[in-house]
Each structure stands twice: as structure tokens, then as C-alpha cells.
């Protein structure tokens, strides 16, 4: 089977690629050894994250290093026997945390980031799957006045130098948003900006089913049988799938956090970290209702409303990429999560984890390979790969068809490390 493009990977930014190049009169396959939207794209938030602009640095103060060394937080966990492994990569991520570089990641995100909600909403009409895509923000919620002032000064630095919107809540205000958030919660910020997705796999989902009706083909197959035709790529390449062998001049590696099983055959050396995290679906008490996501500020929480229930997410875990998961993370923050909002019992039997796929600059690979021709690469979108799978698959689509990208791509090249 001969086609132009061979997409691996079918999670929100294989399958945004594989659409953009098709509009663009490509002829694309997409290989997968799973369903599309299974991994990191199935089990986020579900946050189209127009408002963080400025990517998430390695904190660098006093009180928060304390906290996480002390490995008790909800919002980082590491495994002890992982910590040599991993230092070196937190080495990196904490000096591309300095001002002065992390203003840098944040010019180079903010066109991306600006772009997010836009262009999902682009693939969201051609899909036809308006529900599946809420324009209601999200609400950043504190236990404390402290807390909240922080909160407020930092919507309103947003404001001034990104022009992001949003509302300052008192406790009367959040009420009438969110009425069955409990009085721990004194107040919030409502960003206005974003969209939020009830279904973020279902949403991935229908963005490949779109492909499909438009004469796309989603193969199921294991990206690593991938091969140069005659050695050195420059006629092409093969991936043998469960409908044969597959050939194509141009391949795109998207693979989330696996994308290291490709690009380390190839010779490239790239620090691709895993951030693991969890959720775990609840329903809720009675005729409980939440309306919009809520990131419980002061216990590094999510509770977001999905079509499944109530979706409780968790923050970081280091450990390694294959290892089994842990309850502990989810365990640490059920508690919290039950003393802002009725959760009833959890509506499936154990948690999913999920892989955030995260360079240390805070940015994506999005580009050539640099060695090898026909190669493309699209990963590593750290904990907004959901928000940005559409604008990537634009780009991405607009370097291989020899368009002007929408955005300067410089940031993102892959012989930056
Ligand atoms: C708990 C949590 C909450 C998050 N919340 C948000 C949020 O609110 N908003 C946001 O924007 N982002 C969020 N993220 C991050 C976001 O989910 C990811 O950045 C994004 O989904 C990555 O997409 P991807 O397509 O690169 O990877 P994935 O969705 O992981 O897709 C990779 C694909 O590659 C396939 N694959 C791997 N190996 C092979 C192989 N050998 N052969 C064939 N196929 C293979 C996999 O099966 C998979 O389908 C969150 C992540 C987590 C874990």
C-alpha cells in the first residue's frame, strides 16, 4: 500500500496532523496500536487553555521546593528509586525556569496558546460536534484570602500584559456560578477565555472519525517496525500494519510520550520526560451539579464535569514511563476534592494514569527531523498537548506542504538540544 503520509500516533496531535495535511490534498494514513484518543488525549482535564500563557515552571522558591522535596504534596509525587534518573532532566527544567528563560518559552508558546481555542473550534464545526466543545472558562478556586489576593493579582498581571478575561468571584459571586461548592472555598477566578471539553477522548475521536469520512484510513499497527526503504530514508518509508506493509516519502512521529521508541532508532537524542498523572470518575451526591472545571488552588486539584461524571484529575508523578501505577496520588487528593464538592462514590473500579509528554524548555518538538529526509516530529506538549493538537496539526501540515507556518516554528525545532 502506497500513500503520501504515514501519521504514527492517533491521539490529539497525530490525528490533527493527519486532518490538516488531508485538507491540504494529502493523501494519509494513520497507524495506531490503539483506537484514536486512548492515552493522554482520552484522560485529561479537558481544558482548551487559553489562559496560561506562561508555560509551568519549576518552582524556584523556598516554600515550594520544601514542599515537594518533602514528597507529601498533591501536586508532585516522585518515586524515590527514580530520583537519580531523573535528576539530571530537572536539572535542565529548573535552569530553563529562570526568568529570563522562561520568558523566553513564554514568547515562544503564547502565539500557539492564542490559537488553541480557535482552532478547535475550526475542527469542532467541520466535525459537527458542537456538545463536545463548552465555551463556559474555567474557575480557579482558594480556600483562603491570601490565596485568592495571589490569585487575583496574577489574573489581573494576565490581563494587562496578555489580555486575557476574567471575573473576580467573592464567595456570593462563586455561589451563583458553582452553588454546590462547599464554604471551604471563599472565592475564585473565572477565566473566560478558554473552552473546556465534557468528552477530551471523544472529542479526538470524532476528529479522526471526520478523517475517516473524508477518505482518510486509520490502520492499526506498531509504529517501531518503521524502516527506510534501501537504508538511508532517501526513497522513502515502511511500517508493516495488521493490513500489510505501508510506504510513504513522509512520516510523522506523534506518539505523545512514546515518541523516543522512533527517534532513538534514528539516532536522535532528545530529553523527552514522562510526567505521569491520574483521574478517576465520581458521581455526584444527590442533584449536585458542577458547571465548569474547578482547580482547587490550594490543594492542587481538578474537578472537571464530564459526560462520564465527575472527573477528579491529579497533578505530577515522576516515576518510570512503563512502570505500573500507583494509588497514591489519587488517594492523597479524593479527601481534598470531598471537602469542596458532594462526591459521591467513585463510577469505575480503579484510576486511569496518563502520560504528559515534557521537554524541560517548556516547548514542543514540531518539525523536521534534521537527519533524516521525509521524517517529521510533533510531540512534546508538556500538560497542554490537548489545547494545542489542533494549531500543531496546522503548522506541522503548513511546513510539509511548503506553506508559511501561521506561527515563527524556529522555537520549535528539534536540534535545539
Ligand atoms: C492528568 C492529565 C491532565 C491533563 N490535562 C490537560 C488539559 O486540561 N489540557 C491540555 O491541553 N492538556 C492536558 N494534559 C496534557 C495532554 O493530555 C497531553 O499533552 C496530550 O494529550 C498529548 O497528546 P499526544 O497526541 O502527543 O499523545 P497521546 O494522546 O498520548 O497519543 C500518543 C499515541 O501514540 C500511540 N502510540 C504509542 N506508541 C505506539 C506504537 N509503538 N505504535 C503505534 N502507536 C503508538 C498511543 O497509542 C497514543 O494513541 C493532561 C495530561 C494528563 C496526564
Known amino acids: 500500500m502506497r500513500t503520501d ?26 497507524v495506531d496500536r490503539r ?53 539530571p532532566w530537572l536539572a535542565r527544567y529548573w535552569w530553563h525556569s529562570s526568568p529570563h528563560r522562561h520568558a523566553e518559552a513564554t514568547r515562544a508558546m503564547r502565539p500557539l496558546i492564542e490559537r488553541c481555542v480557535e482552532e478547535h473550534a475550526d475542527l469542532v464545526a467541520e466535525a459537527g460536534v458542537a456538545p463536545l466543545m463548552r465555551p463556559r472558562g474555567w474557575i480557579k478556586a482558594a480556600r483562603s484570602q491570601a490565596r485568592l489576593d495571589a490569585e487575583a493579582a496574577e489574573a489581573e498581571r494576565f490581563a494587562r500584559d496578555y489580555g486575557i478575561s476574567y471575573d473576580l468571584l467573592d464567595r456570593a459571586g462563586l455561589k451563583e456560578r458553582e452553588p454546590h461548592l462547599s464554604d471551604r472555598v471563599i472565592g475564585a477566578i473565572h477565566l473566560r477565555d478558554p473552552n473546556t471539553s465534557p468528552d477530551p477522548g471523544g472529542l479526538t475521536k470524532a476528529y479522526a472519525d471526520l478523517f475517516i469520512r473524508k477518505g482518510g484510513r486509520f490502520i492499526s499497527g506498531d509504529a517501531r517496525s518503521l524502516k527506510a526503504h534501501g537504508g538511508n530514508g532517501k526513497a522513502g518509508w515502511r511500517v508493516t500494519t495488521g493490513e500489510g506493509e505501508i510506504s510513504a516519502d ?29 483521574h478517576l470518575h465520581y458521581a455526584a451526591e444527590g442533584n449536585a ?73 517548556m516547548r514542543p518538538v514540531i518539525g523536521p527531523a534534521p537527519r533524516h529526509d521525509g521524517i517529521w516530529f510533533a510531540f512534546g506538549h508538556n500538560h497542554h498537548g490537548f489545547s494545542l493538537g489542533p494549531v500543531t496539526g496546522r503548522i506541522l501540515a503548513e511546513m510539509m506542504t511548503g506553506e508559511d507556518p501561521v506561527v515563527d516554528t524556529g522555537w520549535f525545532r528539534a536540534d535545539r538540544f
Request: proline share 9%; with cysteine.
Open 5 to 30: 503520509v504515514i501519521v504514527l500516533g492517533a491521539g490529539i496531535i497525530g490525528v490533527s496532523t493527519a486532518l490538516h495535511l488531508q485538507r491540504r490534498g494529502r493523501d494519509v494514513v494513520l
Open 35 to 87: 483506537g484514536a484518543g486512548e492515552e493522554a488525549s482520552y484522560g485529561n482535564a479537558g481544558l482548551m487553555e487559553r489562559a496560561t500563557i506562561e508555560p509551568y515552571a519549576f518552582p524556584r522558591d523556598l516554600g515550594s521546593l520544601v514542599k515537594y522535596g518533602l514528597n507529601r504534596s498533591t501536586e508532585v509525587r516522585y518515586e524515590i528509586s527514580f530520583l537519580p534518573r531523573i535528576a
Open 250 to 278: 513522509d512520516v510523522v512521529v506523534a506518539m505523545g510520550a512514546w515518541s523516543n521508541d522512533i527517534y532513538e532508532r534514528l539516532g536522535y537524542r532528545m530529553p523527552l520526560a514522562a510526567k505521569r498523572g491520574y
Open 289 to 361: 451539579v458542577l458547571n465548569h472545571p474547578v482547580l482547587d488552588v490550594d490543594a492542587g486539584v481538578v474537578l472537571a464535569p464530564m459526560n462520564k461524571g465527575i472527573r477528579l484529575t491529579t497533578g505530577i508523578e515522576f516515576a518510570p514511563r512503563d512502570a505500573p501505577k500507583s494509588p497514591i496520588q489519587i488517594a492523597r487528593c479524593e479527601p481534598l476534592a470531598r471537602e469542596i464538592f458532594p462526591l459521591g462514590p467513585p463510577n469505575e473500579p480503579e484510576p486511569w494514569m496518563g502520560l504528559r509528554p515534557c521537554f524541560p524548555d
